[in-house]
């Protein structure tokens, strides 16, 4: 059982006669090649008791933000959105006003950047990005780390630098699930979640196991170590939609995150599926 009152916290909505999502690409992909929209989205999370969502950022184009911000405005049911913008450019103070001064502006809650996507294992650390993601935390905004395993580390050390930004680490840090290895991540995400000004999102999972073959009690152990290591305080359920149909529906994720989190008490499981992503996101 869930809580009646629940937010998603990480959800995506694309169109694609008005960009192309490169990351699309492939075979493995084509179930969920398609336009998906909030309207696709709105009846299966109100039917599963979800009551805000948060919509994050898909591709490196600044004009997806304001676009997204557009969607909320319109919207009881976005309460925040996770955009995108060049850390590294030198007016992304005025940038991040210009953004929060538009149209569904007051729901902009982050930035997020596909660091997974980036060579460099310390980019997060590189001079010009320190100084983009102090800008973000001026602007009273989080940022959302979208990191592979290999790159925790460097997402440790940025967070020391960096105490006065919220760092939320997406889907656990991207265990390798359908290796069926947990180190030296759990390692990686246990020295992640020490630093104080960290949260993690329980998401993601079921496309980080094998898609066809998963269960909740495989993603158990997965799931137990970033409850363990940030406690409920610092955990908040997202659905990943639509890149979760890729493996299971918006229910399964849903009863998933619930079985997962079976050993929490009312209060803990408030806290993962609602209370962790208003009071981090200020829904």
Known sequence: MNPPDIVDAHHHIWDLSVRDQEWLDGPEMAPIRRDFSLGDLEPEARAAGVS???LVQTVTVAAETPEFL???AASDLVAGVVGWTDLTAPD???TLAALRARPGGPKLTGIRHQIQGEPDPEWVLRPEVKRGLAAVAAAGLVYDLVVLPHQLPAAARVADLLPGLTFVLDHAGKPPIAAGSIEPWAHHVRTLAARPNTVCKLSG???EADWGTWTANGLRPYADT???AFGPDRLMFGSDWPVCRL????TEVLEAAGTVTDALSDDERAAVFGGTAR???AL
């Open 279 to 281: 009071r981090v996101y």
């Open 92 to 94: 992304i103070a005025d």
């Open 247 to 250: 493996a299971a529906s918006y």
């Open 70 to 72: 557009a969607v909320a």
């Open 52 to 54: 805000a969502t948060v």
């Open 205 to 207: 999972l079921v496309t």
């Open 226 to 228: 970033v409850i363990e």
